[in-house]
């Protein structure tokens, strides 16, 4: 089945640092979706990426999808102690209700 | 304002005890997931629900049951809770369609003692 895999696991940036993660797909996806859960929280959704190489940009965050829709990055920059959480990515397949997630980046930030 | 509502919060249960967990929503999307999530990991997807077109996952154990009465309200039922279905449980909509994005109710946490 599809897998979803997602690097690092854990990362600590002191606050200012950039930050990134990366995901990749064991198939090719036809769109992915990036979700932020706070500690304590559920998911909320980020962000959707449907074409190849699209790049989007929310603020201090930037979305890359890869050319063959296979991997995809998010990046912070300059983190803030309000982005701490975990950052999950989520592909979509072949069914079309069914996302895969990633295991997810636990993003710490040092004041 | 609309959103995807999940009773309990926590819920604790005994191990074999059966238990429900509820969920609603006022979004009217046709599509409602629930996903088990353990400590530190990602949300895994047990089942889901395309208006009353019901989705297993093959590896979701037979222990877990869902039922979806109407648009609005759906159920996670454990019939024999152990001590490894300790976890977060979240239940999450959709529109119908591949590019939608899932909102998440607050979970319930769930503890079998």
């Known amino acids: 089945g599809q897998q979803v895999m997602q690097i690092p696991q854990y990362q600590h940036v002191q606050e200012g640092e950039d930050f990134t993660t990366y995901c990749n797909s064991s198939?090719?996806?036809?769109?992915i979706q990036w979700y932020k859960q706070r500690p304590g929280g559920h998911p909320v959704f980020l962000i959707q990426l449907v074409k190849s190489g699209e790049v989007k940009k929310q603020k201090r965050l930037t979305f890359q999808f890869g050319e063959a829709k296979k991997n995809s990055s998010l990046h912070i920059t300059a983190t803030q102690t309000t982005d701490v959480g975990t950052y999950f990515c989520a592909g979509c397949g072949g069914s079309n209700y069914k996302l895969t997630f990633g295991k997810g980046t636990l993003l710490t930030v040092n004041p | 304002d609309a959103m995807v509502i999940q009773n309990p919060r926590y819920q604790v249960t005994q191990f074999g005890k059966p238990v429900t967990l509820s969920c609603s929503q006022t979004l009217n999307h046709n599509v409602m997931y629930w996903y088990q999530q353990k400590s530190s990991q990602a949300p895994k997807l047990l089942f889901h629900y395309y208006d009353k077109d019901f989705n297993n996952e093959a590896d979701t154990p037979d222990n877990f049951q869902s039922r979806r009465p109407n648009t609005s309200f759906c159920f996670l039922d454990i019939r024999s809770p152990g001590l490894g279905d300790a976890a977060m449980y979240l239940c999450a909509t959709s529109r119908a369609g591949s590019l939608e994005k899932l909102f998440f109710g607050s979970g319930t946490q769930l503890s079998v003692l």
């Open positions: 198939t090719t996806l036809s769109n």
